[in-house]
């Protein structure tokens, strides 16, 4: 099986082809080793991938560190 994936150029889908690695964990398409985005131990197509982190990701959101404060008593 072949990568799925195509890529939009001037109006014309390009299929990339390569030998594929796995599937979209969303879409179930093919995905080769350059079109994998792999996050939460699921790989997804780049589009999925991109959505994913953006909505179901379930890393945690970078919370601002709290500084590390030394309040001296005095
Ligand atoms: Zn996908
Ligand atoms: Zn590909
Ligand atoms: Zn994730």
């Known amino acids: 099986m ?3 994936i195509e890529f ?3 109006d014309v889908g390009m299929p ?3 030998p594929a690695v796995a599937k979209c ?3 179930g ?3 080769c080793d350059d079109c994998r985005v792999e996050c939460c131990g699921q790989s997804f197509c ?5 959505y ?3 909505n179901s990701c379930r890393k945690p959101v970078q919370n601002e560190r709290d500084v590390f ?3 001296k008593a005095g």
């Open 29 to 31: 398409s093919a995905i």
């Open 8 to 10: 939009a150029n001037e």
């Open 46 to 50: 780049e589009v999925c991938g991109d």
């Open 25 to 27: 964990s969303d879409c």
């Open 2 to 4: 072949n990568c799925q």
């Open 69 to 71: 404060g030394s309040h």
């Open 52 to 54: 994913h982190v953006a």
């Open 16 to 18: 990339c082809g390569k």
